[in-house]
Each structure stands twice: as structure tokens, then as C-alpha cells.
T-cell receptor, first 111, second 112 residues
Framework: SQQGEEDPQALSIQEGENATMNCSYKTSINNLQWYRQNSGRGLVHLILIRSNEREKHSGRLRVTLDTSKKSSSLLITASRAADTASYFCATAAEGTYKYIFGTGTRLKVLA | DTGVSQDPRHKITKRGQNVTFRCDPI?????LYWYRQTLGQGPEFLTYFQNEAQLEKSRLLSDRFSAERPKGSFSTLEIQRTEQGDSAMYLCASSLYGDEQYFGPGTRLTVT
């Protein structure tokens, strides 16, 4: 079964709006990572948040981590058409490097 | 371009044939991962190396799948006696000390 599950499965917003997607996981983790995948392309690492961190920023990205709820959220502010992609969270149980990816959130930003 | 390369990019094979894929990671990265991805799904973990040692292997990997990383540099993934269900994108990624992974472009396998 998937360690991470993203929610929603699909999201459609207008350019300039913010996009929020969530990830839930099942076990204690060392870190949680978010990746982006454009259609037909490889995955690109966006941001990593460690288990002892609660919030992290990178440009227009903001990630939060709640280890008590085993959940994370990714916020993309002021979205652009170029942000249209699938977004995945990835986690590995503590003590392993067996990264499990969720099924992803498909984001569509309309110009 | 992340610096991770995979070869070939596309492979069409007939059911029952063996195929081998190659991954060249970023040179200083000590960890290398193989994943499989089907349409509409996230990458599915297959196996992971730290240097030349294969440390973890998914139960999804049947006896028909084998991976090597001789000398801790490039890696190969071999699938023997391919089945139609093996059709997927095979992704390789590398990282330094287990943090952010850099993915290659993938090898798309089609089994006819």
C-alpha cells in the first residue's frame, strides 16, 4: 500500500491563485519530500522538510509538516501556468531509505 | 537535465525476451534508486543501493528482476522473461546521503 497519499487528486485554479495540496503518511519518518512531474517528463525535487521541522519556504513554495497527524501540505503561491504538473510527496520510514511516493495531485493552472 | 542519465530512453520488446537498462548517476552520489511508474501513478520503489551494496529490495521485485551497481558507479536493471505487465517507465534516481533525489529521464518499456 502507498505510504503517502495526496489530496486532492486533481486541482484546477486560475493563474495568480494559490494552490494547496496535502499529503498523509503512515509511519514515523526521517523527512518528507515533494516532487513535481511535468507531463511525460522526469521528476524534479522541490523541497525537503525534516521530521524536526514544522515549516519550510522556498521561493513561492511553503511546506508544513505535522508529525502528530502524519501529514504535510504544500502551498504554491501566485500560481503560474508553468506550475501545471503532478505533485508527489515521498517519505521513507525511519531507519530506511525505501522511499514511497503517493499517487499525486494533478494541478492545472489556467491562464 | 539533472545530471542523471538513463539508456535507452525507449525499449520495445516481445514477451519472453530479456531487457537491460542502464543508469549513470551523478558521479559523487553514493545512493542510487530504481523505481517503476505506470500511467497516473506515483513512482513505485524497486530497489536501492548505497555505493555497490544493494540494501533494500521491494517485494514487488520478482525473481525475474535483478539490479547491480558494480564499483558503486553506474547501475543496471535487468528484467528476464518480460511480461506485458512489465510495461512501464523505469526511473533511476541518485542522491547524496539519502536526501533529495535527482531523477533521470526514465526508460519507457513496452512489452508486446
Amino acid at each position: 500500500s502507498q505510504q503517502g497519499e495526496e489530496d486532492p487528486q486533481a486541482l484546477s485554479i486560475q493563474e495568480g491563485e494559490n494552490a494547496t495540496m496535502n499529503c498523509s503518511y503512515k509511519t514515523s519518518i526521517n523527512n518528507l519530500q515533494w516532487y513535481r512531474q511535468n507531463s511525460g517528463r522526469g521528476l524534479v525535487h522541490l523541497i525537503l522538510i525534516r521530521s524536526n521541522e514544522r515549516e519550510k519556504h522556498s521561493g513561492r513554495l511553503r511546506v508544513t509538516l505535522d508529525t502528530s497527524k502524519k501529514s504535510s501540505s504544500l502551498l504554491i503561491t501566485a500560481s503560474r501556468a508553468a506550475d501545471t504538473a503532478s505533485y508527489f510527496c515521498a517519505t521513507a520510514a525511519e531507519g530506511t531509505y525505501k522511499y514511497i511516493f503517493g499517487t499525486g495531485t494533478r494541478l492545472k493552472v489556467l491562464a | 537535465d539533472t545530471g542523471v542519465s538513463q539508456d535507452p530512453r525507449h525499449k520495445i520488446t516481445k514477451r519472453g525476451q530479456n531487457v537491460t537498462f542502464r543508469c549513470d548517476p551523478i558521479s559523487e552520489h553514493n545512493r542510487l534508486y530504481w523505481y517503476r511508474q505506470t500511467l497516473g501513478q506515483g513512482p513505485e520503489f524497486l530497489t536501492y543501493f548505497q555505493n555497490e551494496a544493494q540494501l533494500e529490495k521491494s517485494r514487488l521485485l520478482s525473481d525475474r528482476f535483478s539490479a547491480e551497481r558494480p564499483k558503486g558507479s553506474f547501475s543496471t536493471l535487468e528484467i528476464q522473461r518480460t511480461e506485458q505487465g512489465d510495461s512501464a517507465m523505469y526511473l533511476c534516481a541518485s542522491s547524496l546521503y539519502g536526501d533529495e533525489q535527482y531523477f533521470g529521464p526514465g526508460t519507457r518499456l513496452t512489452v508486446t
